[in-house]
């Protein structure tokens, strides 16, 4: 596999039709934006206090996030819900695993995009003439009870600590989910009665690993094939967001996850909320450390847009399609951007 095939399959870990499937390659690196000189802004990145949920200023809040993810594709949050102790234990044990002997890392390594638990190294990308500097652990996690007894014993609090934290993350899933689905006007559970599994990904970056090629990345600049993703982000900067057609720091705020739109909530919600194009840099004096949380569809879920958000003036963008067919034609047509989508709309978009 090369190394743009293996950027992009770090990405789609394990979604259904990954294997044996002809692909063609759609939107190379040169086409997207290069690397930048991002603007400083966090007074842009919207904060959502998801306290008040539970309270009387709960419609406040729905139209809060339903406004960022359409004018944003991103928001921060906090009171989420995640206890302090256990974010910090999750750094620790992702940091005891990344600097554990590379062989002993080694044992999760595997080509298989299908695998439950997966290894990605740093690498180099002569084509594209970058160098991606993330490591990464990528393990499947909903439910928890499936999956744990896969995951790494090394070291010994990793079980403990990563299944306490992926169980509180499921959990404001589901909450963010119910307020997005409110935000368009649809049932509150209407997207979590999509849902399917959960998997996660342990991101490491070293502090400015050299390269003797022209542009050196954490993660180069893409969208997600996910309804939503949660990040998690250690006190080190490196995120990126694309807004307004200027890169934006997305700085690390305590006490806040960030969470931003997904290329199949673009398509749920009929193009009104707009998958967010993102990377992070490597930083050269710190490591780094990010934990991202994938949410994403069961195989037989339909994902085009209800009826409720189709009318005269808001035409149907996407054609009605399910979450196996998304994912066998994103492995035919490799794209690092919500143009995987570009099959499924309608002829009249």
């Known amino acids: 596999m090369s190394a743009t095939m293996l950027q992009v399959a770090d990405g789609l870990l394990a979604l ?4 044996h499937l002809p692909h063609t ?3 190379p690196i040169s086409n997207l934006p290069t690397h930048p000189e991002a603007q400083v802004s966090d007074s842009s990145i919207p ?5 008040a949920l539970h309270g009387p200023r709960r419609s406040d809040i729905v139209k809060q996030l339903g406004q960022a993810c359409q004018h944003k594709g991103f928001f921060a949050v906090k009171n989420h819900g ?3 102790t256990t974010v910090s234990n999750i750094f620790d044990t992702t940091r005891e695993f990344f600097h554990l ?3 002993e890392r080694m044992k999760f390594y595997t080509p298989d995009p299908n695998s439950d638990i997966r290894l990605m190294n740093a690498y180099k990308d002569e084509v594209a003439n970058v160098f991606v500097a993330r490591e990464s652990l990528k393990f499947h996690c909903h439910p928890v009870e499936n999956y744990v007894n896969k995951w790494p014993t090394n070291p010994p609090s990793f079980r403990k600590y990563a299944a306490e934290y992926l169980t509180n993350v499921r959990r404001l899933e589901i909450t963010l989910l119910g307020a997005i689905s409110e935000s368009l006007g649809l049932e509150r559970d209407y997207i979590e009665k999509k849902l399917g599994g959960h998997y996660v990904s342990l991101n490491y970056y070293g502090a400015c690993e050299q390269s003797d090629l022209e542009l050196t990345y954490g993660v180069r600049a893409h969208t997600d094939p996910t ?3 949660i990040l998690l982000q250690d006190d080190v900067p490196g995120l990126q967001v694309l807004s307004e057609g200027k890169w934006m720091d997305v700085n690390p705020i305590p006490g806040t996850v960030v969470v931003h739109v997904g290329d199949l909530l673009q398509a749920i919600s009929n193009h009104r909320f707009k ?7 490597v930083n050269c004096e710190k490591e780094r450390m990010s934990i991202a949380s994938y949410c994403y569809p069961s195989s037989d879920a339909m994902i085009g847009p209800p009826k409720k958000l189709i009318d005269n003036d808001h035409p149907a963008v996407y054609k009605d399609f399910t979450f196996k067919e998304f994912s066998e034609q994103m492995w035919k047509v ?3 951007t919500d143009t995987r989508l570009d099959s499924f709309k309608c002829s009249t978009a």
Do not use: C, N
Not at 47 to 51: F, P, Q, S, V
């Open 16 to 19: 259904p039709g990954a294997k």
């Open 25 to 27: 390659y759609k939107d």
């Open 275 to 281: 998958s967010l194009l993102h990377q992070a840099m």
């Open 82 to 84: 995640i206890p302090r």
């Open 47 to 51: 904060i959502i206090d998801l306290e």
């Open 227 to 229: 309804i939503i993703t």
């Open 334 to 336: 490799i794209s690092f």
């Open 101 to 103: 002997p590379k062989e």
